[in-house]
């Protein structure tokens, strides 16, 4: 059992990207209710340029994430503004962060995409485009309008509203929980989301 357990594990990792990243597949569009003088918009989303260049870190377009899709309507709420540059967001959520949220007893190196033991999971997140692939449902974080997105494949993510920036090319921060074993990963992915939006620096 164990053994069929690391190499699921090892698979997942694999494709950690793919999977996590492929939960960002629908652009979000809507009107921003947040600044006063704010301008509205919609993005495009055709030849974006990779918004990160840390050594080993996983980006959207490297990935290969699609840019287009269903655009769901709806407004765009931001209570509070955060930055969405001048940090590592790999560095947001420690290894001692995902082992309190998914109940493990040990996890693994801090790191975009980190993985857990007992019960096994792995973990993505990142700041990236606010887009999306899946059955979502619109809910906060912080204030801030988000969605929590459900799989097929059994990974749930929550895409946090950053930003009501029309002009800012990744403005949401993406939690993508793929489980192994027997967990909640929507409860799991709202955890982890909530803990890196309070660390994210207001703009």
Partial sequence: MHQRRVSALTAAL???????????????VGTPVAAAGATTGE???AAKPSTKTTSGKPT??????????????????IKTKKKTSGYEDCDLLTPEDVAAATGAQKSSEKGCVQSTENP???VLFMVTFAEYDGD????????????????????????????????????AFLASVTPIDQIQPCEVALKLATKAFDKIPNA
């Fill in 14 to 28: 694999a494709v950690a990207l793919t999977l996590g990243l492929s939960a960002c597949a629908t652009k979000v």
């Fill in 43 to 45: 993005k495009t989303t």
């Fill in 60 to 77: 959207a377009s490297s990935a290969g994430v699609p840019t287009s899709g269903t655009k769901p309507a709806g407004k765009i709420k």
């Fill in 120 to 122: 096994f999971t792995v």
């Fill in 136 to 171: 979502a449902t619109e809910i906060e974080v912080g204030g801030n309008t988000a969605y929590q997105v459900k799989n097929k494949n059994g990974d749930c993510s929550v895409l946090v509203m950053l930003t009501d920036d029309p002009d800012e090319i990744t403005p």
